[in-house]
Nanobody
Framework: QVQLVESGGGLVQPGGSLRLSCAASGSIFSINTMVWYRQAPGKERELVADITNSGITTYADSVKGRFTISRDNAKNTVYLQMNSLKPEDTAVYYC????????????????WGQGTQVTVSS
């Protein structure tokens, strides 16, 4: 059984910072790219950032220069450091990863965290 557990969301004022964490646990053979998504009310799900297992990162234009994604492979954890937060960053943030639970490719499966609410408001 594999689970992704997120933490770090909350209420913050514009210009503030939050650090989200998403830890994978269970029987894990390997984790490839880990991804942060977000979805605001009435809007489609949006890719925020992703990071490969070698540390290569990609960011949505809306968060470039403000957000930083990182990972700790020893802890099977991905982080999202969010600085200079804006009200438009308000959303439920989800982490996602394709995780291999065995040596064969047939063990690949996409997993999602439960989501954590980030609210940026004065």
């Amino acid at each position: 059984q594999v689970q992704l557990v997120e933490s770090g969301g909350g209420l913050v004022q514009p210009g503030g910072s939050l650090r989200l964490s998403c830890a994978a646990s269970g029987s894990i053979f390997s984790i490839n790219t880990m991804v942060w998504y977000r979805q605001a009310p009435g809007k489609e799900r949006e890719l925020v950032a992703d990071i490969t297992n070698s540390g290569i990162t990609t960011y949505a234009d809306s968060v470039k220069g403000r957000f930083t994604i990182s990972r700790d492979n020893a802890k099977n954890t991905v982080y999202l450091q969010m600085n200079s937060l804006k009200p438009e960053d308000t959303a439920v943030y989800y982490c996602n990863a394709v995780i291999r639970t065995g040596p064969a490719v047939t063990y690949l499966k996409s997993y999602w965290g439960q989501g954590t609410q980030v609210t940026v408001s004065s």
